[in-house]
């Protein structure tokens, strides 16, 4: 089934609906001739975590197109045709991860990461909302293109098995904030520029649960 996704103009303007691998080739002769993209689409990310505070990071397959082979958030995806962010993350942690998730209200997040067992379903809240958040993407060629996009960023925790069911990813790894910033300080070129920039600006929310 082709996967459609709603065209919006960098003031977040809805244009059309056209499919992904279209759209996808649009964007990248437009790339190649201004050095630009004047549109965008939806996707939600997430920064996952356990208990303890160490942070989900996966490594994407070397066959991936974009940022083959690098250190990434936990999940970025794509916001198909009629569904929420909400929806997405949902998705995303059941077709990628393999566990259910219920993402709640900050005040309602608080309470619940302390009152629910985080071995069985995950518990998230949005964070962030970016219209014209610039993804610096590299290429198995070599090449790196920017592509704007309108992202709604999440944070969250589960202490559960991760299966990774569709082959996005070729493992993860646990870091610590410190231990993750330290390794991008020392390492840049092992992360794409998306968890780099995450994970400076969302620093206040990546910590242990607090007992």
């Not at 083959?68 to 993350?89: A, E, R, S, W």
């Not at 991760?162 to 840049?188: A, C, T, V």
Request: charged share 35%; hydrophobic share 35%.
């Amino acid at each position: 089934m082709k996967e459609l996704l709603e065209v919006y103009d960098l003031k977040g303007k809805l244009l059309r609906v056209e499919e992904r691998s279209k759209y996808y080739d649009q964007i990248k002769k437009e790339f190649a001739k201004k050095g630009k993209i004047s549109t965008q689409v939806k996707r939600a990310l997430l920064i996952l975590m356990n208990s303890k505070g160490r942070l989900v990071i996966q490594k994407r397959n070397k066959w991936k197109h974009e940022n083959p082979g690098l250190f990434d958030k936990t999940i970025g995806g794509h916001v198909q045709k009629g569904d929420t962010f909400n929806l997405t993350i949902v998705k995303e942690c059941a077709e990628e991860l393999g566990f259910p998730v219920s993402i709640l209200s900050p005040k309602e997040f608080n309470r619940a990461i302390k009152n629910t067992d985080l071995r069985i379903v995950g518990i998230f809240k949005k964070i962030d909302l970016t219209n014209n958040f610039q993804s610096i993407r590299r290429t198995k060629e070599g090449d790196s293109f920017i592509q704007p996009y309108i992202s709604a960023v999440y944070v969250g925790y589960y202490n559960g098995p991760i299966q990774f069911i569709d082959g996005e990813s070729s493992g993860i790894e646990l870091f610590s904030l410190e231990e993750l910033e330290e390794d991008i300080k020392n390492n840049p070129d092992k992360f794409t520029e998306d968890i780099k920039f995450m994970v400076k600006k969302y620093e206040k929310y990546l910590k242990p649960i607090k007992k």
